[in-house]
């Protein structure tokens, strides 16, 4: 129980993560005023040259040279501004991402899945069945619930284009698969562990109330008692 309430709270609060983030960095907030800055002065300088004109302190083919001069200006530095502020954007990506709240973003829809498939790993380890179609369907479906979140969370940070898009495709899809035939088979092997680690203690602590049992003479028929009671048990715990 506490592990699928545990389970909920970070589907819950996984996609909220972002939201301790701003929603641009200061560097930023920094060129984002400095751009609106330079454009408000070009914006007050075509309303004084109209004035000038309204007030007949410029002829119109000033007014229009001077406009054309700001226009150009203003085009200019606009482009300028948006390679330089590429540049430095580009120079501080976080897996491929402008900022840290986008990378959160995009990890924190993500995450679920994975969060989803430990959730049904433990859910599929308190099933007792000896179906070997349903264990084979229980695996199977563990195995694609965590290539689907493995191939989720590998987008999330690899951001680097540099082999054809197949490549790439058959290397994740490859890759997502491995990951989740390992971690399948990594939990399945946990927990059969930790099965045979018990049933080795309650053989442990019978064998002793067995020996004791035989000893103080509590056992009037030793053949009947192992043939209906310590045999069955034993048998029972090896399955």
Not at 38 to 51: A, C, N
Not at 113 to 127: C, D, G, M, N, Q
Not at 168 to 195: A, D, E, M, P, Q
Request: glycine share 4%.
């Amino acid at each position: 129980m506490a592990i699928c309430l545990l389970g909920a709270l970070l589907v819950f609060l996984s996609p909220l993560f972002h939201m301790a983030f701003p929603v641009d960095t200061p560097g930023q907030l920094k060129f984002s005023k400095e751009f609106d800055s330079r454009l408000d002065k070009f914006e007050k300088e075509s309303i004084v040259l109209k004035k000038n004109l309204d007030k007949g302190e410029i002829s119109p083919s000033v007014y229009i040279a001077e406009s054309e001069r700001i226009s150009l200006e203003k085009t200019n530095f606009e482009k300028a501004h948006t390679a330089k502020y590429k540049r430095y954007v580009d120079e501080r990506r976080i897996f491929g991402w402008k900022t840290p709240r986008k990378l959160l973003i995009a990890l924190g829809i993500r995450l679920p899945y994975l969060i989803f498939a430990i959730l049904v790993t433990f859910l599929i380890s308190l099933v007792k069945t000896k179906d070997k179609w349903a264990t084979r369907g229980f695996t199977l479906l563990q195995i694609g619930i965590y290539a689907s979140a493995f191939y989720q969370l590998i987008w999330v940070f690899w951001n680097h284009p540099d082999y054809p898009l197949k490549a790439y495709i058959w290397f994740g899809i490859s890759l997502c698969l491995v990951s989740g035939v390992i971690v399948t088979y990594l939990f399945k092997h946990l927990r059969y562990l930790n099965i045979d680690d018990i049933k080795g203690k309650i053989r442990f602590v019978m064998s002793l109330m067995i020996d004791r049992a035989l000893e103080d003479g509590h056992v009037k028929d030793k053949d009947k008692y192992e043939e209906e009671i310590i045999y069955p048990a034993l048998k029972k715990l090896d399955e």
